[in-house]
C-alpha cells in the first residue's frame, strides 16, 4: 500500500503536466479563433466552430453557425480587438469549459462598442482541434 501511494505520488506531476498542456492547447485554440474573427477570415473561422454552435452574445443575441459566419462576413459584426484578460479551463476528456474575461471592441449594425465581458465557452476536440460548441457572455462594468 505504502509503495502505491509513492509511485501515484511520483506520478502525479506527469498528470498535472498533460492537464496543463491540455489547458494551454484549448486556450491556444480560442486565440486562434479570435484571430479568425478579428481578420473576418470566415473560412479559417469556420474550422473553429462546431456545427452545433449556440452563441449567444452579451446583448442577447442568438446565433447559429451559420449566422455568425454570415454577420461577420457581411460586416454586420466587426470585431476591432479581443483581448482576453484571464481564463481559466477545466477539461473532461473531449469537452473543455473556459471561463474567462476579454475586452471586446467593434461594430454591430454600424454602432460602436467597447466591451468587457464575462465568458464561458464549451469546446469539444475534433479533427485535432478545439471547436466551439457554445458561447455565452455578460457584460462587466
Not at 454552435?53 to 459584426?77: F, M, P, Q, T, W
Not at 477539461?91 to 474567462?100: D, E, K, P, S
Request: proline content about 2%; charged content about 25%; hydrophobic content about 40%.
Amino acid at each position: 500500500m505504502k509503495y502505491k501511494i509513492i509511485v501515484l505520488l511520483l506520478l502525479f506531476p506527469l498528470c498535472s503536466r498533460g492537464q496543463s498542456s491540455k489547458n494551454l492547447s484549448v486556450l491556444q485554440d480560442e486565440l486562434r479563433r479570435f484571430d479568425a474573427m478579428i481578420r473576418r477570415d470566415t473560412a479559417a473561422l469556420a474550422l473553429w466552430l462546431s456545427e452545433e454552435l449556440v452563441y449567444r452574445h452579451s446583448n442577447g443575441l442568438l446565433e447559429d453557425k451559420r449566422r455568425h459566419l454570415e454577420a461577420i462576413a457581411s460586416g454586420a459584426l466587426v470585431y476591432e480587438q479581443l483581448v482576453r484578460d484571464s481564463a481559466q479551463v477545466r477539461c473532461y476528456g473531449r469537452t473543455a469549459l473556459v471561463n474567462g474575461i476579454a475586452r471586446v471592441r467593434g461594430c454591430l449594425q454600424q454602432t460602436p462598442f467597447d466591451l468587457r465581458l464575462s465568458y464561458l465557452a464549451v469546446y469539444r476536440k475534433r479533427s485535432g482541434r478545439w471547436q466551439l460548441i457554445r458561447w455565452q457572455s455578460t457584460r462587466l462594468p
